[in-house]
């Protein structure tokens, strides 16, 4: 649809499945089955036709706010969603999180968006073709256990990702390992950020107090809410694995570091003697040993060679090599 409209879908009754103009939403009848509207809010005509939908201010605000934090808000009849989705779109990272909002009483049904969401456009097309929600509680249920889904799925690529420099790490190949362990805890910190949130929301619409649930769809988000609790867990413990992957790396690189220091000042303890003494005789003034001595330059290297013998039998016995 244009002018704003994504989806206007009719989730029960005789025209389930169906798509609605502009016009037939303006004539729609309750009685004629529950209405899916979905908007992008940022479009002038779908802002101004929440703004005359019949919601009150607050609902509509809800609506039409610029940013969201995940909540669920119980009034009377209807509730309230904020909701987050992982973003799958094209050329996008998907801890870069799509947000959704919903009003739904159980009449009709109106959501906004200003990305592209795959949860909703996967519940549209089951709408389509027939095996879709028919109810608001269903609906309600069906949008947030994709949420879910799309999450366990990107978390499980982050876990193989993990996996992988892991792999890595031990093996001692850490070239460049350190940017990606960095990004990869970015993204965990940034899916944590509203996951916790979603958690609560999904929560408190478990309340006895919502009455757009019947019991099978109670149990179906008793269901996905424990799925997303798995989820948050898996998440913190794939943020910790991260945490001790790149522990282990900077461990690495400072043994590393240390080596390379260690074998420096060896160097540089056993050429400070040697650097000593030919300093002491290159100077250029009279009374140098040797000055007239034919053998007194094979004599001297002689002395350096045993002194360097000596030496390495020192650092040997100090088990310093």
């Not at 992982?86 to 947000?99: G, H, I, K, R, T």
């Amino acid at each position: 649809m244009h002018d704003g409209f994504i989806y206007s879908l009719v989730l029960s009754g005789d025209q389930a499945g169906s798509t609605l103009s502009p016009a037939q939403i303006e004539t729609w009848d309750p009685n004629n089955g529950l209405l899916w509207v979905h908007l992008r809010y940022r479009h002038k005509k779908a802002r101004h036709w929440v703004l005359n939908s019949g919601l009150n201010k607050v609902e509509t605000d809800a609506l039409l706010a610029q940013d969201t934090r995940p909540r669920a808000v119980i009034a009377g009849e209807g509730v309230l969603l904020a909701l987050r989705g992982v973003n799958l779109n094209p050329n996008s990272a998907p801890e870069d999180m799509v947000a959704i909002r919903i009003y739904a009483d159980k009449q009709r049904i109106i959501s906004a968006c200003d990305r592209e969401l795959q949860s909703a456009k996967d519940v549209a097309e089951l709408i389509i073709e027939g095996t879709g929600p028919t109810t608001t509680g269903d609906f309600i249920v069906a949008i947030c256990e994709k949420l879910t889904t799309h999450k366990v799925e990107f978390i499980d690529k982050l876990e193989e990702q993990l996996s992988e420099l892991e792999e890595l790490v031990v093996s001692g190949n850490v070239k460049d390992l350190r940017t990606d362990i960095a990004e990869l805890r970015r993204q965990t910190v940034a899916l944590r950020r509203y996951l916790a949130p979603q958690k609560e929301a999904f929560s408190k619409l478990l309340a006895e107090q919502f009455i757009l649930f019947n019991d099978p769809e109670r149990l179906k988000m008793r269901e996905t809410t424990d799925k997303l609790v798995r989820t948050l867990e898996d998440l913190d413990a794939l943020r910790d694995r991260a945490n001790v992957t790149q522990e282990e790396l900077l461990s690495q690189q400072s043994e590393q570091l240390n080596k390379r220091l260690y074998f420096l000042s060896l160097v540089s303890a056993i050429f400070l003697p040697l650097g000593f003494l030919t300093g002491l005789l290159g100077v250029n003034i009279g009374g140098i040993p040797g000055a007239d001595n034919t053998w007194a330059f094979a004599t001297f290297c002689g002395i350096l060679i045993l002194l360097v013998a000596l030496q390495m039998a020192l650092f040997y016995r100090f088990k310093w090599l």
